[in-house]
């Protein structure tokens, strides 16, 4: 059987393109023309032997065979990166002070941390891990490198936004339309303690149709909330990163409860131009949210 060697940069133009949703960004970001690109795409179907892409409206979307191969090209290219800043980058020293929401301490410490340090086991990375009000105040003092935060606290000089993920309502996982809650009663809410950017947004959106509602178990941590609405108190709103076995989102339509907006999730840099160390653990942060 003929073995295939798939172009690690035919590869990239895929999963970026397929992340920015327009392969004509993607050839922006990584310093293409458009058509090279395309040519890409082309060598890359070659490769693989079918058809990745199919037309889709304006745009183009996925085959069974392409989900498939997006998959292998994400964890390719993360494998490929991460020996590129091993080998590259050898003997990389300093120390990076990281500040994550908490909705990202389970999933980014262990995944993005880990990797960083082994790839760079001489630098030295200092996390913690608080709401947005806190992070920010934390930016603004000059006691963080870098912070991870939902949008809507305050700006930073230096701050870019790295996605924008859709807020759901999230119950306990037995929630089901017919019978989660009785309609007589006010929706039971349970969220952080104020001030808060989605108990806010939720609050609104309820007044705005016309919901009744209540302040059902409040709190400062994000273990209490999951854990508050895993035992039945009520619903939150949250994007679903970290989302515990015991919870589900719940369709706003199916549950009638009101849509909800999207949220713009923010990476801080304290300095306009960090140090290679910063900038290597921003690079790697970016791209595992992404994906």
């Known amino acids: 059987m003929r073995r295939v060697n798939f172009d690690l940069d035919a590869l990239r133009s895929f999963a970026v393109g397929m992340e920015l949703g327009s392969f004509a960004k993607a050839a922006d970001r990584l310093g293409r023309s458009t058509s090279a690109v395309s040519a890409q795409l082309k060598k890359l179907e070659d490769q693989a032997g079918i058809a990745l892409l199919r037309r889709s409206g304006r745009g183009m ?44 301490g389970e999933h980014l410490l262990p995944a993005v941390l880990g990797r960083f340090a082994r790839s760079h086991p001489g630098v030295r990375i200092e996390a913690k891990v608080a709401r947005n009000a806190e992070l920010v105040s934390d930016m603004m003092g000059g006691r963080l490198d870098l912070a991870l935060t939902w949008q809507g606290a305050q700006d930073t000089p230096h701050m870019e936004e790295v996605g924008r993920y859709q807020l759901q309502w999230i119950g306990p996982a037995d929630a089901r339309p017919e019978s989660w809650r009785d309609q007589s009663m006010p929706l039971p809410l349970v969220a952080f303690d104020a001030p808060c950017l989605m108990r806010t947004i939720a609050t609104e959106a309820l007044d705005r149709a016309g919901i009744p509602w209540r302040l059902a178990f409040t709190s400062h941590s994000l273990g209490a909330v999951w854990a508050a609405v895993a035992a039945g108190l009520g619903v939150t709103v949250r994007t679903g990163f970290g989302l515990r076995n015991n919870l589900r989102t719940l369709p706003a339509a199916e549950y009638g409860l009101p849509a909800l907006p999207k949220v713009g999730l923010v990476l801080h840099r304290l300095e306009a131009e960090p140090d290679e160390t910063c900038a290597l653990l921003a690079a790697d942060i970016r791209e595992s949210v992404s994906a």
């Open 61 to 104: 979307a996925l085959t069974d065979a392409g989900e498939v191969m997006l998959g292998y090209a994400r964890r390719m290219l993360e494998l490929n990166d991460e020996a590129a800043m091993a080998v590259g980058v050898a003997g990389l020293e300093g120390s990076v002070r990281l500040g994550l929401q908490e909705d990202f």
